[in-house]
């Protein structure tokens, strides 16, 4: 049917936004893409113990240079089956500031910025009736956007970049056309993957947010009502100095088109590789389409997932429970709503999880982290 990476700079990281306008048919004049930049103020010191000097990176290009040199750190996520899937097989290609002061609001706030909200908008009658679901459009960006039902987009760029949103639950996964960078953003919190580190912000009902950031030193983690950060290593827990990125913006949109060829010019070539596209339904009523290289299925209960490179990239997420999954070599990270409440990434041999009340972050056989009182405790 046709219808990075080197290693950041130690002391800081980059979270930047770009919002993509909603897809729409190629014969209509298509909104100019918006681009945020997140301001850079100087960073306030976490506390006497935790002063330093901050440096900005001025350097944004060097990103995503050297991803082949950190992919001997990390392992291989497990395999995953298509059990519910029948049919052919796929072929395969070979400043920020510290944090923002603690706004209550956050976490409801929609991760659609600007137009791309105003778009969103002006079809939310069309994704409650399902309105022309299954459609795969080449859009005026370059871009390609799949329509699925239960209200939920893939977006995709020639570069086999996806981004899928979920509009039912808030949630949205993306990864980079390289690999290099993922990010998950789920009412439970936001994770932040690029290159050798990942950073995770966990929100807490109460305002106290958990942060935490998974790099070559171990695990660091605190929270907005803790003076200090704490480090766990080989060595075990301890106090230390440290940064996290604002993750406030939708960082999603930066993954999904930092390592992507989009544009006009990208137009042809997106309706090209649609036109080559594979649709098939089996008979337990699964949609599958294969869009570039990229395998994108729908069982009939909401749920999607997108495998890329073999399996060896994984995105999931349902619409009826609140679930979301990413794997890559990178990371596994998972999160979901209702009883099993949680937020999980996995790296290595680092871990963190969070349920709501108790978050814990694993490293090297050491673990620490709050408790169910926002008191630090080692394990």
């Known amino acids: 049917m046709a219808t990075f990476s080197t290693e950041f700079p130690k002391d800081m990281s980059r979270a930047s936004g ?15 893409m918006l ?23 001025q350097n944004d290009e060097s990103n995503f240079q050297r991803y082949n040199e950190y992919s001997k750190f990390f392992e291989t996520p497990p395999s995953e089956q298509w059990s519910a899937i029948s049919g052919t097989g796929f072929s395969t290609t070979t400043g920020s500031i510290w944090r923002q002061p603690r706004n209550p609001k956050h976490s409801a706030t929609s991760y659609y910025t600007g137009e791309e909200s105003c778009v969103y908008t002006e079809n939310w009658r069309e994704h409650d009736t399902d309105a022309g679901v299954g459609g795969a459009v080449a859009t005026p960006h370059g871009t390609i956007s799949l329509r699925l039902h239960n209200r939920i987009r893939v977006d995709m760029t020639i570069d086999r ?9 808030n949630i949205v996964l993306s990864l980079s056309g390289s690999g290099a960078a993922a990010a998950l953003l789920h009412p439970n919190g936001r994770i932040y993957q690029y290159g050798s580190r990942v950073e995770i912000l966990a929100h807490d009902v109460h305002g ?28 075990g ?28 010019a990208c137009f042809q070539e997106a309706a090209t590789a649609l036109g080559a596209a594979q649709y098939w339904l089996t008979d337990e009523g699964v949609e599958n389409w294969i869009i570039n290289n990229v395998r994108v299925s729908q069982t009939p ?10 399996n060896k990239y994984q995105l999931r997420t349902s619409p009826s429970n609140g679930t979301a999954s990413l794997t890559t070599p ?22 963190m999880h969070y349920d709501g009340t108790s978050f814990i972050v694993r490293n090297a056989g050491h673990s620490a982290g709050f408790d169910d009182n926002n008191q630090l405790k080692v394990y």
């Not at 970049?161 to 639950?169: D, G, H, L, S, T």
Request: glycine residues 4%; contains cysteine; hydrophobic residues 35%.
């Open 237 to 264: 827990t301890r106090t230390t100095t440290d940064m996290f990125s604002d993750m406030s913006q939708d960082f999603s949109l930066s993954v999904f088109f930092s390592d992507s060829r989009h544009g006009p």
């Open 161 to 169: 970049a996806v981004r899928v949103i979920n509009f039912k639950n």
């Open 208 to 235: 106290n947010n958990k942060y935490a950031k998974m790099w070559y030193k171990g695990v660091s983690f605190t929270s907005e009502q803790c003076a200090l950060v704490y480090l766990v290593d080989a060595a």
């Open 301 to 310: 209960d909401g749920l999607v997932r997108i495998a890329r490179n073999s």
């Open 35 to 57: 681009r945020e930049n997140t301001s850079a103020t100087p960073m306030r010191p976490r506390s006497l113990y935790t002063a330093h000097s901050y440096h900005a990176n």
């Open 330 to 351: 990178f990371l596994h990270c998972t999160a979901s709503l209702g009883q099993t409440s949680h937020l999980f990434v996995r790296r290595g041999e680092r871990r």
């Open 18 to 32: 770009q919002s993509e306008s909603h897809s729409i048919q190629t014969q209509s004049s298509a909104p100019l």
